[in-house]
């Protein structure tokens, strides 16, 4: 299956957009969700996970879309 320029534009633009909600969302729950007892090293780990994938894909993806055949 081949994708097209644009689309692999905006799953490039989705995936940027996942990986802020991701990180903005586990921030949020460690600092109102007292109960969870989740140490904040393991939420930083977490973060440099989705910024090293969600991010660099993201960046790959739209590059490739706008590369010129």
């Not at 799953?11 to 460690?30: D, T, Y």
């Not at 007892?37 to 780990?45: K, M, R, S, Y």
Request: avoid cysteine.
């Amino acid at each position: 299956m081949r994708l097209e320029k644009e689309t692999l534009k905006e799953i490039g633009k989705a995936f940027f957009n996942l990986a802020n909600m991701l990180i903005v969302l586990s921030l949020v729950n460690v600092v109102f969700n007292n109960k969870a007892n989740i140490p904040i090293q393991l939420v930083f780990i977490f973060i440099f996970w989705v910024v090293f994938f969600f991010y660099i894909g993201g960046a790959i993806l739209l590059n490739k879309g706008a590369k010129d055949d």
